[in-house]
């Protein structure tokens, strides 16, 4: 079974330049997350979908940071203008959600380094 | 709001040999879960081991086990018989049921850094 995908694996922008990362959850997963890595500190959550919908945004930045999930599978996380201070790993991770009563174990992907010059 | 603290930033072991890392929370759900994922240097996170709160017996997962006090809200995390390949950033993490659908659902402590020494 592959695993969760992200591309791309490193990106380097100059400010104010928009960026996109992109994630490929694992097959029959219909809760995905984003979550935010700085250098040497826990992820910390961005947003989650369940299926289509963004059930917890509280954390995304919104004035600069969107995303989507279209179809409820491959989901995208957009940056417009990034900023000095983005420079940080994006990882992605899905889990499958079939019971609303239980929480499922994250599988996580490898992440995309980004660099902000 | 829940916090998950982890007090020691690095740790060193000598390879076969024993280390618990340590993990305090806070929190006023009574039902909840907890996890020990383990990121090495080419940053893929993975899972260790997980422990579901309303369960009294403590997770083992192989050389993996974890010391679950619910009351004074600890979850260490035991690797007996170190191994090279053990070396990364290990993180504790407290999870609400997605039932709850706002707030802290997912919280990732500030990590411990284990090296394994040959």
């Known amino acids: 079974e592959a695993g969760v995908v992200q591309s791309p694996r490193y990106k380097i922008i100059e400010k104010k330049q928009p960026v996109a990362f992109w994630c490929n959850p694992i097959?029959?997963?219909?809760?995905l997350y984003w979550y935010l890595q700085n250098l040497g500190q826990g992820p910390e959550l961005l947003i989650r979908y369940e299926n289509e919908e963004a059930v917890d945004d509280s954390q995304l930045p919104k004035d600069r940071f969107s995303a989507e999930r279209l179809k409820g599978v491959d989901s995208t996380l957009k940056i417009q203008p990034a900023e000095l201070g983005d420079s940080a790993v994006y990882l992605c991770a899905s889990s499958s959600g079939w019971d609303p009563y239980r929480t499922d174990t994250q599988y996580f992907g490898p992440g995309t380094r980004l660099t902000v010059l | 709001a829940q916090t998950v603290t982890q007090s020691q930033p690095e740790m060193s072991v000598q390879e076969a040999e024993t280390v618990t890392l340590s993990c305090t929370y806070d929190t006023s759900e009574s039902n909840y879960y907890l996890f020990w994922y383990k990121q090495p240097p080419s940053r893929q996170m993975i899972l260790v081991i997980r422990q579901e709160a309303y369960k009294q017996q403590n997770a083992t997962e192989n050389r993996f086990s974890v010391n679950f006090q619910k009351a004074a809200k600890s979850f260490s995390l035991k690797i007996s018989d170190s191994q090279l390949g053990d070396t990364a950033m290990y993180f504790c993490?407290?999870?609400?049921?997605?039932?709850?659908?706002?707030?802290?659902?997912?919280?990732f402590g500030p990590g411990t850094r284990l090296s394994v020494l040959p």
């Open positions: 097959s029959g997963h219909n809760t």
């Open positions: 993490a407290f999870m609400k049921p997605r039932r709850m659908v706002y707030g802290q659902n997912f919280v």
